[in-house]
């Protein structure tokens, strides 16, 4: 019933971030038009992300064709199921308790900043990371039957976003602990094999699906991303070598982030884990069954381990993985670490959402679940009536106008160099996906050229104009989305004769002075 109301809703929409841009609008978009995974030639930079996001958009887009709507609207159907989760044990009659629950869950999204339907994948990550725990907890089933529907959910995690296996990992962890309590408690002893065979079932599905998905990656030739080989040599490196000052400097902001840097629109992680702490407290003294009282200690403990595991191979991303730039700001800092705490605020609530339910529902339970049905309402249709603002949507139609330009005048196959000076990425990189199956210049090329436009601009690069017209040689046009005095009086020598303006111009093959030729 939610999904036939969000198709209305979403399906008229488009792509809005630079993510959706950059790669995981493309990712879907390559897929579709491909029927497969992307491969080595194709204009998708990073080949090595994870895509079952892009996979599940795929798959449902072949019922209603290729949209950006389409797309979004994939995407909400993710957290949505995975809420779902959070209704086990619960009926419609009561409708005052799945509308909370859905309420809640729409409003944690909201807290930490995501958008259900963008294709970014950290809340998706979060909400499936946090009701697989949730999942465990509320099964009224049997705790076995639980834990192998646990095993799809669990795999899956490492095919959305590397990080996902690590939080599989804890997922399965704190899941498997339950399940052992439980045994403990009802047989007196863990004699027999069969739950620890499960248990490790839970633990190696998630390798198992990371190794598959890393050995298509080394199988097409992508290259990694990320750097994963970090070694205790390396990381002492980082704070005595040349880089130490950089090194130093990104730990540090780390460390301060942690206590002073929202978490989306919430609070520092360390407050947020305090009030987790609290939370897992009152449930405790709320639970008087023994062995479930066991079973949330040892999935709270758990959840705070895997915090602290999670928190340093964050770190040790910014410090080995990231430039330097966006290592020491800390790029996506609230972005990242809201994922683990959106996933742990929804296990929280399965503390409570798994208390002996009262033969009549209590006052302070009614007006509870009426807030968060108020608070969700207001908020959605706060964002309901949010416009994009006008300039983003004229910049979007200009992007669109000359791609389809470039299209309609190269092959699909082609290699296009993009021109917008002065920008920070954003508009080549949708000029880039409306531009696919096409490769563009945004895989690696500067796409604004001269000196820097200001003492932030990293972005623009100082290319003489004969080295530029060597990095030309790999690629077939030059596309100008923007370009200004400055472009031209630097780069002018480079194009032929013709009136110096933006547009489309082919590079010609042989002869000794390259000449750039309007199209």
């Known amino acids: 019933a939610v999904a036939a109301l969000l198709w209305p809703a979403l399906s008229g929409g488009g792509f809005a971030y630079w993510d959706e841009f950059s790669h995981w609008g493309l990712a879907a978009k390559e897929i579709f038009a491909r029927g497969a995974l992307p491969p080595l030639e194709s204009a998708l930079r990073f080949k090595d992300y994870p895509p079952g996001t892009a996979l599940f958009q795929y798959y449902a887009a072949g019922f209603t064709g290729w949209s950006e709507g389409a797309a979004s609207f994939a995407q909400t159907l993710l957290p949505l199921a995975a809420a779902a989760a959070l209704m086990q044990g619960t009926t419609w009659e009561r409708a005052w308790k799945p509308a909370a629950i859905l309420s809640l869950s729409y409003l944690l999204a909201v807290f930490f900043n995501y958008r259900p339907q963008s294709l970014y994948v950290d809340h998706v990550l979060g909400f499936l990371f946090g009701t697989a725990i949730a999942s465990s907890l509320l099964s009224e089933d049997g705790t076995r039957r639980t834990l192998v529907r646990l095993i799809p959910t669990l795999a899956v995690l490492p095919l959305i976003k590397a990080a996902g296996l690590v939080l599989a990992l804890i997922a399965a962890a704190a899941a498997a602990a339950g399940h052992l309590i439980a045994l403990r408690v009802r047989d007196g002893s863990l004699k027999r094999l069969g739950p620890v065979f499960l248990c490790a079932a839970l633990l190696l599905a998630p390798l198992a699906a990371a190794r598959s998905w890393n050995a298509h990656v080394a199988r097409i030739g992508a290259a990694k991303t990320f750097d994963t080989g970090i070694t205790a040599a390396g990381l002492l490196a980082k704070f005595s070598g040349p880089s130490a000052e950089t090194g130093v400097k990104t730990a540090l902001n780390f ?205 623009t690069a100082d290319l003489p104009p004969k080295e ?52």
Do not use: C
């Open 255 to 459: 460390a301060e982030a942690l206590f002073g840097k929202q978490v989306g629109r919430t609070l520092p992680p360390v407050v947020l884990v305090i009030i987790l702490t609290l939370a897992a407290l009152a449930a405790l003294k709320l639970e008087r069954r023994a062995a479930e009282n066991l079973r949330i200690r040892a999935v709270y403990l758990w959840l705070l381990a895997g915090f602290f595991v999670y928190s340093g191979g964050l770190l040790l991303l910014y410090l080995f993985s990231f430039s330097s730039y966006e290592g020491m700001k800390l790029a996506s800092f609230g972005r990242y670490m809201g994922t683990f705490f959106l996933g742990w605020s929804l296990a929280t609530a399965a503390f409570f959402l798994r208390l002996p339910a009262a033969a009549a529902p209590s006052r302070g339970a009614l007006l509870t679940a009426a807030a968060l049905v108020l608070g969700a309402a207001v908020t959605l249709a706060a964002n309901a009536l949010k416009k994009t603002p006008p300039e983003k949507t004229l910049l979007h139609r200009d992007i669109k106008a000359k791609a389809a330009y470039a299209s309609a005048r190269t092959p699909a196959d082609s290699r296009i160099y993009v021109i917008w000076q002065g920008s920070d990425g954003f508009e080549p990189q949708v000029m880039a996906y409306e531009l696919s199956p096409r490769i563009t210049s945004t895989r690696g090329g500067g796409w604004s050229l001269g000196k820097p436009y200001g003492p932030d601009d990293v972005w």
């Open 468 to 519: 530029w017209g060597t990095v030309l040689r790999d690629y077939d046009f030059v596309l100008i989305g923007k370009a200004d005095g400055r472009f031209w009086k630097e780069y002018g020598g480079v194009f032929g004769p013709g009136p110096r303006s933006e547009g489309l111009f082919k590079i010609p093959r042989g002869g000794k002075d390259l000449k750039l030729l309007p199209v």
